[in-house]
């Protein structure tokens, strides 16, 4: 039985994360962690007199915060065994990666979670979801991408991309660790029902008008926030660590893509996205991450390793379905 700590939980993926192992006969208890107040999807989670779940409000990109969390009498009691770290996703409202203490906010939380979790004497199992687009991109569609191919190591990636690859780069260098048990899972765009996208550097957000490089289509890989849930569940119930491509069946056009989930993109010559990017950093303006390799050269990731040691396979459907209004709208459903 497995006592479990979920960070992020009050955002789309880990809301579902949640609920998956809330349901799990193999988790004993489960401490959720989340900046704001819990989802409403949780009040039964929470009502008992002994409840399964607790949640926490805790800022994970600051250090005292944090310490204390993990230094409590509460967390000591909880006896958690597990962790489940899931970076920010959720928030809409900028796709700028903020600044803390030097460090992008998502590289900061993964700094303070794993230092905790080494430290941690009950903690034995760490399970942390990354991004398939760490990987370069060489030009062209036909990019089959495995766990040891090469990160964009690029010194002009974008600080959207590289705050993820800080953080791949975090958690693989414990991968061999021999008391705690470290597994990273990289997934490409995560779908979920309604036309949400998240974790896609040039389509996640708000909808709403997007570039893309005039003459290029990239083919993206998709993944269902489903099944993101449930490779997190076989990750927990593996007993190696190691690195994981995770993907859904499908893979779509950036245009589809685009399309469907109301973010226009329009094609603009090469050489001006740079232009553009290269403005907003001179007026102050925020930087999206949105005009990297990925808006020309496509890719779909080769997750046998997933299947054959996680025993991991999608499960989940993403395609177009009528809303009740008679649109079109992007879906998930089992397969």
Not at 42 to 53: E, H, S, V, Y
Not at 147 to 174: A, K, N, Q, T, Y
Not at 280 to 295: I, Y
Request: aromatic share 6%; charged share 25%; with cysteine.
């Amino acid at each position: 039985m497995s006592r479990v700590l979920v960070t992020h939980a009050d955002e789309p993926i880990g809301c579902r994360v949640v609920k998956n192992l809330s349901h799990d006969p193999e988790v004993e208890a489960i401490l959720a962690l989340g900046n704001g107040p819990p989802p409403r999807a949780f009040d039964r989670f929470l009502a008992g007199t002994r409840p399964r779940l607790t949640y926490a409000r805790v800022d994970l990109t600051k250090h005292r915060p944090v310490n204390d969390l993990f230094h409590s009498a509460a967390f000591r009691s909880a006896e958690i065994d597990t962790l489940v770290h899931l970076p920010r996703h959720g928030a809409p409202a900028s796709q700028t990666a903020p600044i803390v203490s030097g460090l992008a906010e998502r590289t900061a939380e993964a700094r303070l979670v794993l230092q905790h979790a080494l430290e941690g004497s009950t903690i034995r199992n760490l399970v942390a979801l990354g991004s398939a687009f760490v990987y370069r991109l060489p030009p062209g569609n036909a990019n089959r991408l495995h766990e040891d191919s090469e990160l964009d190591l690029d010194p002009d990636v974008s600080p959207e991309i590289r705050s993820w690859i800080d953080c791949d780069m975090i958690f693989h260098g414990e991968v061999h660790n021999d008391r705690l048990r470290v597994v990273l899972l990289r997934v490409p765009t995560v779908v979920a029902a309604g036309g949400y996208v998240y974790m896609n550097p040039s389509l996640s957000g708000r909808p709403g008008l997007r570039l893309r490089a005039m003459g290029y289509d990239p083919i993206c890989a998709l993944v269902a926030d489903k099944d993101v849930a449930r490779a997190v569940q076989a990750a927990l119930r593996s007993e190696g660590s190691g690195i994981y491509n995770v993907a859904g069946c499908e893979v779509v056009p950036l245009s589809v893509l685009a399309r469907w989930t109301r973010r226009a993109s329009v094609p603009v010559p090469g050489p001006l996205l740079g232009w553009v990017g290269t403005a907003r950093r001179l007026l102050g303006g925020e930087d999206r991450g949105d005009l990297g390799p990925h808006l020309c050269h496509g890719f779909t990731l080769d997750t046998s390793r997933a299947e054959r040691e996680l025993r991991f396979r999608p499960g989940t459907r993403i395609g177009l379905a009528r809303a009740g209004d008679g649109s079109l709208r992007l879906e998930t459903a089992s397969l």
